[in-house]
T-cell receptor, first 117, second 111 residues
Framework: GAVVSQHPSRVICKSGTSVKIECRSLDFQATTMFWYRQFPKQSLMLMATSNEGSKATYEQGVEKDKFLINHASLTLSTLTVTSAHPEDSSFYIC?????????????FGPGTRLLVL | QKEVEQNSGPLSVPEGAIASLNCTYSDRGSQSFFWYRQYSGKSPELIMSIYSNGDKEDGRFTAQLNKASQYVSLLIRDSQPSDSATYLCAVNRSGGFKTIFGAGTRLFVKA
């Protein structure tokens, strides 16, 4: 149980284009989903927290107009990187939790590797 | 001071030995603690969660929590080459739902 999928697993795009990444909880309803970014040999950095039906909460330094998050249902959240640039190349990972308690475990998707040329 | 600190390693242990991974955190009010394993190029997978002081055992893994010392550790008994990965310590801070990850410790288990 508690399986999270991401699509696509890898994407290469030209600078200036937009890329959409989907995160789905396959066998549970996720009250909260999280989006992380991880640069090589660095730790996970939380970008934003999204709750179904409400606006995402972005971390300091993360541009909400550049990284659009939509949490349309309890099983789907999307991250759109708008006008992507080479510095946006990274490993993007989503996670989902079953509930809203602080102790809730996060289950991670397999990640999406983005390369912007 | 980082909120969650780990020794980056690499920590190298022979096969069959005990690997000891350590983590300290700065928020004294933190409530939930997690250890994740991340293989190169993959996303993290949960190994253990621990919420109260003491030890918690699951198979070859034991998590230890000492809130007074703001310290959490992970012991891996009978280490296997397949345990070679980066181990991430994660802490849920008090008063919120945000999980802070350490930078991770790279573990190498030599066959």
């Amino acid at each position: 149980g508690a399986v999270v999928s991401q699509h696509p697993s890898r994407v290469i795009c030209k600078s200036g284009t937009s890329v959409k990444i989907e995160c789905r909880s396959l066998d549970f309803q996720a009250t909260t989903m999280f989006w992380y970014r991880q640069f090589p040999k660095q730790s996970l950095m939380l970008m934003a927290t999204s709750n179904e039906g409400s606006k995402a909460t972005y971390e300091q330094g993360v541009e909400k107009d550049k990284f659009l998050i939509n949490h349309a249902s309890l099983t789907l959240s999307t991250l759109t990187v708008t006008s992507a640039h080479p510095e946006d190349s990274s490993f993007y990972i989503c996670s989902a939790s079953l509930g809203a308690r602080v102790s809730e475990t996060q289950y991670f998707g397999p990640g999406t590797r983005l390369l912007v040329l | 001071q980082k909120e969650v600190e780990q020794n980056s390693g690499p920590l190298s242990v022979p096969e069959g030995a005990i690997a000891s991974l350590n983590c300290t955190y700065s928020d004294r009010g933190s409530q939930s603690f997690f250890w994740y394993r991340q293989y190169s190029g993959k996303s993290p997978e949960l190994i253990m969660s621990i919420y109260s002081n003491g030890d918690k055992e699951d198979g070859r893994f034991t998590a230890q929590l000492n809130k007074a010392s703001q310290y959490v550790s992970l012991l891996i008994r009978d280490s296997q080459p397949s345990d070679s990965a980066t181990y991430l310590c994660a802490v849920n801070r008090s008063g919120g739902f945000k999980t802070i990850f350490g930078a991770g410790t790279r573990l190498f288990v030599k066959a």
